[in-house]
């Protein structure tokens, strides 16, 4: 049985909506959304659920996961009510309820933990550095074994869980009955909307520029990872893998600078709306991939040994990323989306079974 809950706006309103409730139901956004068909009024569905407060009805749902926020919906709105906007703040809200630990929705909901979180991790760089009596190869030998532990330790203790209890939340609480072999079935859907952004690529707007933006920032956040985890990018001496590590840094830097300025004009409909968390992905990922640039040229021309701050930038950066960003921050969405499209795929398949 549903439970109405009028005080869930006040609850969004932490996340970044304040504005779904003068929607006055005219529809204009569900005429002009891709995903809205015979079956589903969306965005109006979800903005109903909110407005009502039905958090299960909510926490079932995989439609705030669908939506690439292209801005339609917020355009044609007369009531200036922001669906797209309502959408994102779902999207976080849902992040703070999958996750386990909770601290996705603390981080979301408070600066100054945020703040706190991050000065406390550049404290712990520099007590280490302290403690390796400033050593350039010791630092950068703990950096290295940093980067695959984190990795290990974040998709098993935060990540698996998460997804187990999104697909709770999604398949198992809804009783979605999916034979075991729905589910190898639609394990293409995964891998395709996480690598390709597809999605993105089918709304109306066709705004095939900015999907070529995230799959290559995509394509190349996961290629440096690779990069500079497996390959050791910092200490190889391969021609091949320093270039390539140099390629995809700079897509990186050159992507994500075109998103912040994109995000202070505020040029686009998506871009009106900035939370600490969009900034932080966007800037964190920036800076990331300039200082992994500049620690490399500077490993190159034989200059890091006297520029030793470079790499102190870079592995706080990194550790801030992969301690806050990565498990608890805007990053999870890229995660989820993809679950969200394979769990759809489950759904659909399930049904027509």
């Known amino acids: 049985m549903s439970k109405v809950n009028p005080k869930f706006a006040i609850e969004l309103s932490k996340y970044g909506s304040n504005d779904f409730h003068a929607c006055f139901n005219c529809g204009n956004c569900t005429a ?29 749902s995989l439609k705030p996961w669908e939506c690439y926020y292209c801005g339609d919906c917020s355009i044609q709105c007369p009531r200036q009510a922001e669906p797209g906007e309502l959408m994102m703040s779902l999207r976080r809200w849902l992040t703070s309820k999958y996750d386990w630990t909770g601290l996705s929705g603390v981080f979301y909901r408070s600066l100054s933990v945020t703040i706190l ?10 007590i280490l550095a302290d403690s390796f009596a400033w050593n350039l190869q010791n630092m950068m030998h703990v950096g290295h074994l940093f980067e695959m532990t984190v990795i290990f330790m974040v998709l098993l203790v935060i990540f698996i869980p998460n997804l187990l209890r999104m ?23 995964l891998f395709v909307h996480m690598f390709t952004q597809k999605r993105m690529k089918d709304c109306e707007t066709k705004d095939n520029f900015r999907w070529l933006e995230h799959f290559i920032l995509v394509i190349a956040y996961l290629s440096l990872l690779f990069t500079t ?50 900034w932080l992905f966007v800037i964190w990922l920036m800076i990331m991939g300039l200082t992994a640039f500049f620690v490399r040229l500077f490993i190159d021309t034989g200059i890091i040994e006297n520029n030793k701050w470079v790499y102190i930038i ?9 301690l ?15 679950f969200a499209m394979y769990f759809s795929k489950i759904k659909s398949l ?3 079974q």
């Open 324 to 338: 806050i960003i990565v498990p608890f921050g805007k990053w999870t969405h890229f995660l989820y989306r993809s």
């Open 314 to 322: 870079h592995f706080t950066i990194l550790a801030q990323w992969a």
């Open 229 to 278: 985890v497996f390959l050791n990018w910092f200490n190889t001496e391969s021609l091949f893998v320093v270039i390539l590590g140099y390629v995809e840094s700079f897509f990186i830097f050159i992507i994500t600078i075109d998103f912040v300025s994109s995000r202070i004009n505020k040029n686009k409909a998506l871009n009106k709306f900035s939370q600490l968390s969009d």
């Open 32 to 60: 002009t959304c891709s995903l809205s068909n015979a079956e589903d009024s969306f965005p109006r569905e979800l903005i109903r659920y909110a407005t009502l407060g039905l958090e299960n009805e909510l926490k079932a």
């Open 117 to 126: 979180a991050f000065v406390l991790i550049f404290a712990a760089v520099l």
């Open 167 to 189: 697909w709770y939340f999604t398949i198992l609480k809804p009783n979605v009955k999916a034979h075991p072999k729905i589910y190898f079935i639609a394990l293409s859907d």
């Open 350 to 352: 399930a049904i027509a």
